[in-house]
Each structure stands twice: as structure tokens, then as C-alpha cells.
């Protein structure tokens, strides 16, 4: 009957449910040589004599499912029913058709393999299980989705093998973090080698994680949203860029048409007016040449008439005649045209040459504006820093000029800091004799960051192109053109240019950074932070020479200790 009993509910409910009630809880297979233990538990004899034999130094014997302990050890005998039962199941399993392909997937090089899958080819496992310590495919994982007490196990997906996850030395799951060695442990090195430390267990360690995942999420969300906005704007600032240059090409090619259209022009004209002026003077030379052809013949016939009379025999009438003859040769020579003095077209070729020598001056001062204007319409690929580390990546070696210095500033320190001094440098060409500041050896193109610091009254954070004037009272860096300032004193800032000043505000500082891109034609004065730079000014213009940083100090001669520095940031 009991027999019988046991195979009613295999004809009714099928093999799928049948092979879960008969299944070893340790090794997740049908029953192999079935015990039933006292509490009622069913294991193969050869799995719970084996869980048995690893606590038989401990003396504690219980069941692996309800963990009811028994003392002392118990006997096992053979379920001879159950075998009966789990026989007929196993014939069973055997004449059933395989399952599909597709319901098993094959083990990759980088999958966890199932721990129960027999012969040559073992499938790819997709749940591993914390509690058996064991990685299952979906064939083999289906007990602890059915057995009641296999469902309480925790179950993870098999993303790594669980060797991993254990520890070498005790061979249990490693579930506590050492934060003072920074590593995962197991239960005993808790409290052995790592007695004493700052512990955290794993589900604890997990919220953290889970917490400190959700705001880097965040985080990272917020910033693609900032960097899809900035690709957006970039791609606008692209088509703007385009249809601008499209324009400025179409631009230039009308104003270059219109000046070649005038000097050709203006060519016209000239050679009309060479044409011109040549025809009338080659009419005005005919004129003149047959007048003096006629004159000619006029004077060759009163030559024959004056040798006529000077053979003739009758006096009186030779008398008459002279006299008559002299008067009318007076007449004659008073009706001669003449010539004029010879005159070409070289004077009008000398005007074309002194044009062409005009219009080759101004291109050539308007084409370094030109072609720095073009340059400054560019993308920067990188963006421009904002704490003081991406600053340094721009940083760069500076060197006081000891020629530009001011003659009572004294330069020292490998010639980054200069203080004032009682006795006079010598004179020098590009000395600066009216102000107390000195330029760097180093002209910059490029990126660049750099940082100054002072100890007076004011200090003048600046850059200027070489040509800057030395010894008039508008060399003072921001007085003219070819300088910008940043005047950093007790009470706040100002920023000159060309003479004209900006008030700025901002936090007091003793030292000030200096960022320059070049190309992009932009000039930052910063207050220096650890964190997040201040932007105290900032300057947008097209730089057409290469620009020096300069220092300058206001102090009266009797202030103490002061001085004005290049701070050192680089090797």
C-alpha cells in the first residue's frame, strides 16, 4: 500500500513534481540509496553520513533542513519504499525525451558552470546558491524554486564563480568587510586575523553600497544630462559656425572683387588717360611740325630771292628791294612756332609706384589683424579648467627678465621674486625707468596658468606684448594697448586697459592665478582656492603678438619685507 500511496500522486501530478518531493536537499539529485532520518527528513545515505562526518569533532549531529539536533549519532537504515519509488521515478527520467536546445544554454569561457551538470559539456549556470554554496543551470535550480524549504535558501545570479566568493583559508563565504584592511572575510578571520578591526557584514556594506550607487547614479545622470546639453549646443555653435564662415567667404570674395574691380578700374583710367594724353600731344607735334615745315620752305624761297638780288646790276632797285626783303624776314621770324621742352610719362609711372608702395603699407598692417581675427574663431576642444589641479595641468616655467626690471627692484630667488633695492640697476634698453615692474623672458601662444603672490601695498598681476613702451608715463602696464592688468590691493581689484579702468570684486587674496588661452583670445585672473577657483576678471579679445607676463609694485621706501613673486609650480 505504502508503495502504491507513494506512486498515486507520480500518475497524477507527473514527473516534474514528483522528482522535486524526491530530491536529496544536499545534493539536489533523486535519492540515492534513501535514510530517513528521526525528525523524518529523507537524504541519500552517502550525503547526510558525509555532512554528519565534518561536525563529528564538534559532536553536534542535526538535520540539515529543520536543524533539529540528535545525540549521540544516529543509525541509519535503508528506506527500502522510497527506493522503491525514487527507482520507477529515475526509469522514468530515462525514457523521457531530451529537452529542446534552446532550454539549456551552453557554458562561455566567462560563465560560472553548473556544479550538478554531468558529462563532457556542463551547462552555463544562472543562479548560485549562498546557502548550499553551489551554482545552478535552470534544470537544476528548479527544487529550490519547488521544495519548500529550498525556497528559503538565497539565491544570486551566478555572475562570478562562487570559489571567489569564498574564503581559502576556512572555506566559508567571505560576508564581512574589514574596513581597516579594506577586504571581504569570512566569519572565523572576523575573529581571528582580523580581531579587533572595524567589521561591517555584507548586507550592511550592500545598503551603503546601494545608497552610495543610487547617488553616483545620480551624479552621473546629472552630468550626461549637462554633457548632452553642452553636445546640443556644440552642434548649434557648428552650424553657426558653418553658415557663418559660408558667409564671410562669400564676404571676402565681394570685398576682394570690389577692390580688384576698382583697380582695374582705376587701370582703365589710367591707360585711357596715357591714350589720350598721347594722342593729343602726337596732334599737337603734327601741328607744330608742318608750321615749321612751312616756315622752312617760307625762309628757302627768300634765301633764292636774297641771292637773286645780291647779282643784280641796277642799285636802286637792289636798294628797294634789300630794304623791302629785311622787313618782311622780321615779320617772318616772329610768326616761327618753336619747339617746347621735351616732356615723357615717367612722372605718371613714379605716382603708380608711390600707389603701389601706399597699398602695400596698409595691407601689411591690416593683415596681422586679419589674420588674428580669423584665428580666434575656433572650438576649444578641451574645456577650460575649473578646480586648481585641472589649472595645473596648464602651468608652465617662468623666469624674470633681469633686462625689463625696474632699476630699484632687485631680482633674487632664481629669478622669480623681486623686492625693492637702494642702489640702481644699470641702464638698459628695455629697462622700465618709470614704474616699479619687470616683464618674463617667456612669451606665451598656447594655453598657460601661472600664479603670483606679494607682499605691498598693491600688486599688478599682467601681461603685455614686447613692443610695450618703457620710459613714458603710459608704459605702466594697463596704460596703454599693448597691456592688461589686474591691480590686486587691501580694499579689492581693478583692471586697466588702454587706460581705462574696471572696478572688480571679490574675496581679498595674497596670491592670484593667471590663466591665459591664447588662441581662443581669453585672459582669467583667479583667486587661487584648493577647490573650486574663484573667477574675480575676465578678459575677451583677439591677441595679435605674443603676450609676456609682467609684475608690478606700488610701495613706499620705507615699507617692510616687500616683495612680489612668480609662485614655483612646476619640477
Known sequence: ????????????????????????????????????????????KMCIESYWDQREEKGEFSCPQCRETFSPRPLLKRNNTLSEVVEKLRTQQREMPAPPAAAVACVGPDDVTCDFCS????????????????????????????????????LVSATVPLQEKMCTKHNKLTEIYCVTDQQLVCSLCAVEEHKGHETNPVSVLKAMMEKYLVRSQRKIQKTVQQREKELQELSQAEDSLKSCALTALKDSDQIFGELIASMQRRRSEVKQLIRDQE???????????????EEITKLWRR????????????????????????????????????????????????????????????????????????????????????????FLRYCCPLTLDVTTNYPYLHP???????????????????????????????????????????HARTLSAAVAYSDIDRTSDESQFGSNDKSWSLECGPHGYTFRHNNV??????????????????????????????EVMVLLHRVQTTFIQPLYPGLGLNYEWYDAGVFAQLVKLWE
Not at 623681486?418 to 634698453?429: D, G, I
Not at 579702468?501 to 584648493?530: A, Q, R
Open 119 to 154: 558529462g563532457t559539456k556542463p551547462n552555463k549556470a544562472t543562479m548560485s546558491c549562498l546557502t548550499c554554496l553551489a551554482s545552478y543551470c535552470p534544470a537544476h535550480l528548479e527544487p529550490h524554486c519547488t521544495v519548500p524549504v529550498l525556497k528559503k535558501h538565497q
Open 303 to 390: 634765301n633764292v630771292e636774297l641771292n637773286e638780288l645780291s647779282h643784280a646790276d641796277d642799285h636802286i632797285l637792289l636798294i628797294k628791294v634789300t630794304f623791302l626783303s629785311l622787313s618782311t624776314s622780321c615779320d617772318c621770324r616772329g610768326l616761327s612756332p618753336g619747339a617746347g621742352p621735351l616732356r615723357s610719362f615717367t612722372e605718371v609711372t613714379d605716382c603708380l609706384s608711390d600707389l603701389r608702395d601706399k597699398l602695400e603699407i596698409v595691407l601689411s598692417d591690416a593683415w596681422p589683424r586679419i589674420s588674428a581675427t580669423v584665428s580666434y574663431v575656433e572650438f576649444s576642444v578641451l574645456p577650460a579648467p575649473t578646480t586648481r589641479q585641472e
Open 412 to 454: 633674487i630667488a632664481d629669478n622669480l621674486r623681486v623686492r625693492p633695492t637702494a642702489s640702481p640697476y644699470s641702464a638698459q634698453p628695455d629697462r622700465f625707468s618709470k614704474f616699479a615692474q619687470v616683464l618674463c623672458k617667456e612669451g606665451l601662444s598656447e594655453r598657460c596658468y601661472w600664479e603670483v603672490e606679494w
Open 501 to 530: 579702468e574696471t572696478n572688480v570684486p571679490g574675496p581679498g587674496s595674497s596670491k592670484i592665478g593667471v590663466y591665459l588661452d591664447y588662441k581662443v583670445g581669453t585672459l582669467c585672473f583667479y583667486h587661487v582656492s584648493d
Open 1 to 44: 500500500m505504502a508503495g502504491k500511496q507513494q506512486h498515486q500522486p507520480e500518475e497524477q501530478c507527473g514527473v516534474k513534481l514528483d522528482q522535486a518531493q524526491f530530491c536529496c536537499s544536499i545534493c539536489l539529485e533523486l535519492l540515492k540509496d534513501p535514510v530517513t532520518i528521526h525528525c523524518g527528513h529523507n537524504y541519500c
Open 279 to 293: 594722342k593729343t600731344a602726337v596732334a599737337q607735334a603734327e601741328e607744330l611740325r608742318l608750321r615749321l615745315l
